[in-house]
């Protein structure tokens, strides 16, 4: 674990800088230079780009981070670059060609509800491309062990960008649309410079060589299509369907609260990062003793660190909404229902690592394909009736399903599962002192009591954390910067 303690600790730290600057966007910038109309509307631009872009990627970024290590020979390993570096291509050429012979379709079926979208078809086309082939250089320098670059790339690039553009439209420097062409601009940028550190990491060589693995990389890497697909839309359908079925505003509300619950997500994010090539690693070279390991290990340290991110969400909600605009504080079931999805979806670990990259990966496509349709469902039965509330059950409902389905099936198939005595004691600990801190407010302003708070709770939970000694990993860390 040291080399992912290493790395996932410095990528949690500019996962962390990337989510503050994002929030400041979020809750802040958004919400009072941009209308709500303006800011739905970009919110649908991206979700939708990024629901796009695992078909853009062809499954690329994952497929190379499977098979890097299984290629041995400088030749077959340039041979095997070049076929990830175009293989894309063969869904990107067509999709634009059919994109520009049917604009107009396309605009019309996406603006149905909301005229606006209309005319911004090749942006949604284009961040798609962008997103897919950032992923695809990043996966290059991970299969090298380095994801620290990537991940301040990943995480912090395009957010500082769209903080100089979201202040340009407030200096009136830009207009709305040229923001919008701005925020693509940001991404395309943010692909150029992923591959230019790729690259200098090790520079590939073209060579157009027959692959003796290429039907096992072209079947994984179509099936992984599906997968990316799958976990998208689980991701985003939300936010798509909204911007379909109701107001446009609607979808800037449900963002701000979704983004809240996705802090929670930022430990996960940052660890699997390192934990994909290890993972890809031990399983190339049938080392279960250390997957396993890995697997609890990684699940105890993300219970203990997204349940701490829980808790201050929850206690501190109520605060948070007191220094938001009105019109985004109806959000607040939206932001518990999913926050409990991303804390059971941490629980798991290095799970998805697993099974991505493990032999069984097609049934577990065939189960989330269900279950992305059951979202897709959900959320058309939901959202007419309950709104946002609605789209938020069906998210939660999908990914609860979804995530227990993974679990039983690596423990039939490796016979390995996440949680331990220790996982109940987090749990419990975590119940507990929301029990004891919810309704507990300091008299002063929203933010201090935010701060003052979270200190407190901080201080108890880590304690406990660390008496209980739930987490090997975690308390050495403890101990290792309180000098203990």
Known sequence: ?????????????????????????????????????????????????????PFMAFGVHNALIKFYSSFKTKNS????????????????????????????????????ENPI???????IFILAIAMAYFEI????????????FGNLMKEI??????????????????????????????YVLRMVIMKFYAY???LPKLKFQKIDKLPSILKYAGLIIIAGSVAMLILDIDKFMIGRILKIEQVAYYSVAIFIATVIAVPQRAMHQIMMPLTAKYLN???????????????????????????????NINQLYHILPIEFTGGLFVVLIVSLAKLYDNSLGNNNAILFNSDYYRMVLFFGVLLAIMAIILNAVFIPIYGIEGSAF??????????????????????????????????????????????????????????????????????????????????EQIKKYLKL
């Open 1 to 53: 674990m040291g080399i992912v303690l290493n790395q996932s600790f410095k990528n949690t730290i500019t996962t962390y800088l990337g989510f503050g600057i994002g929030a400041i966007n979020t809750l802040f910038l958004y919400t009072n230079f941009l209308t709500d109309e303006y800011y739905g509307l970009v919110a649908f631009v991206l979700s939708t780009a990024t629901i796009m872009m």
């Open 285 to 315: 070279e049938n080392d279960i003793p250390a997957l396993e390991d890995l697997y609890k290990r990684s699940s105890m340290s993300l219970l203990v660190i997204s349940g701490f991110i829980f808790l201050l969400i929850i206690l």
């Open 137 to 148: 250089f990043f996966a290059y320098s991970k299969v090298q062990m380095l994801t620290v």
């Open 394 to 475: 069906a998210t939660f409902l999908a990914v609860f399903i979804y995530n227990t389905i993974k679990i039983i099936f690596v423990k039939k198939k490796f016979n390995m599962q996440p949680f331990t005595l220790a996982s109940l004691k987090i749990v419990l600990t975590l119940i507990a002192l929301f029990l004891v801190f919810y309704f507990w407010e300091f008299p002063f302003h929203p933010i201090v009591n935010i701060i003052l708070k979270s200190t407190v709770v901080g201080l108890v939970y880590f304690s406990l954390i660390y008496k209980l000694n739930v987490s090997e990993d975690i308390t």
């Open 117 to 123: 979208v209309g005319n911004y078809v090749w942006h």
């Open 157 to 186: 690039f395009h957010r500082v960008g769209t903080m100089v553009l979201l202040f340009s439209v407030y200096l009136d420097w830009l207009s709305v649309n040229q923001f919008i062409l701005g925020l693509v601009g940001v």
């Open 77 to 112: 390993i340039n041979s095997f670059l070049t076929l990830m570096l175009f293989l894309p291509l063969v869904f990107i050429i067509p999709v634009g060609l059919i994109g520009y012979f049917a604009y107009d379709t396309i605009g019309d079926f996406l603006s149905k």
């Open 200 to 202: 200098s990491v090790r």
